[in-house]
């Protein structure tokens, strides 16, 4: 239970950084998240974005991105495709769990349908709109940063593993350094 206390001290430790960076609350709330009021969204994100079925194909930042929707469900995904998941190994399975804990932060690395992914799921009608833009984001940056940092480019939530593994490259490097 040693390990659970340690994680557990970190997130706490970290929740202040991160309150500190929070968006502020609107003062007027927003309206609910509708597959329309979506598109709009993504339409001043791309205005290149074309309607695909039930969501949308855009490009944010050179990223092709599809966000699909459901409003049966209540549900909407944007998705990034990276790779086919066969051929990934246990290390880079590890490696993407552990950025999903700490790193990735909104956006999550997963597998369907013989693929990985870069990926954000959330409820549709209570997202709002700056919650989706970040997002957005973030699920391209893991998408970039995929075999290298694995990092949505926002705050580091405490208590994973991605810290001491990123500092090991600086470490490496600054060894290599001396020799110099």
Same mark, same amino acid.
């Given at each position: 239970?040693?390990?659970?206390?340690?994680?557990?001290?970190?997130?706490?430790?970290?929740?202040?950084?991160?309150?500190?960076?929070?968006?502020?609350?609107?003062?007027?709330?927003?309206?609910?998240?509708?597959?329309?009021?979506?598109?709009?969204?993504?339409?001043?994100?791309?205005?290149?974005?074309?309607?695909?079925?039930?969501?949308?194909?855009?490009?944010?930042?050179?990223?092709?991105?599809?966000?699909?929707?459901?409003?049966?469900?209540?549900?909407?995904?944007?998705?990034?495709?990276?790779?086919?998941?066969?051929?990934?190994?246990?290390?880079?399975?590890?490696?993407?769990?552990?950025?999903?804990?700490?790193?990735?932060?909104?956006?999550?690395?997963?597998?369907?349908?013989?693929?990985?992914?870069?990926? #954000?799921?959330?409820?549709? %009608? =209570?997202?709002?709109?700056? /919650? @989706? !833009?970040?997002? &957005?984001?973030?699920?391209?940056?893991?998408?970039?940063?995929?075999?290298?940092?694995?990092?949505?480019?926002?705050?580091? #939530?405490?208590?994973?593993? %991605? =810290?001491?593994?990123?500092? /090991? @490259? !600086?470490?490496? &490097?600054?060894?290599?350094?001396?020799?110099?």
């Amino acid at each position: 239970m040693a390990w659970l206390r340690t994680i557990v001290t970190a997130c706490v430790l970290a929740a202040p950084a991160l309150a500190q960076d929070a968006p502020k609350v609107p003062d007027s709330p927003e309206p609910p998240m509708t597959y329309e009021r979506l598109g709009r969204i993504l339409f001043a994100l791309d205005e290149n974005a074309q309607p695909a079925g039930t969501g949308f194909q855009l490009t944010i930042s050179g990223v092709p991105m599809l966000v699909v929707t459901d409003r049966t469900a209540d549900r909407m995904r944007a998705m990034v495709p990276l790779r086919p998941a066969e051929g990934l190994t246990a290390e880079d399975m590890m490696r993407m769990m552990q950025a999903n804990f700490d790193t990735a932060l909104d956006a999550r690395y997963a597998v369907a349908k013989g693929r990985l992914w870069a990926v #954000f799921i959330h409820p549709l %009608s =209570p997202l709002k709109k700056d /919650q @989706l !833009i970040s997002s &957005l984001g973030q699920t391209v940056n893991i998408a970039r940063t995929y075999g290298t940092l694995y990092t949505g480019g926002a705050l580091q #939530f405490g208590g994973g593993d %991605s =810290p001491g593994i990123q500092r /090991q @490259l !600086i470490e490496e &490097l600054l060894e290599k350094g001396e020799e110099i």
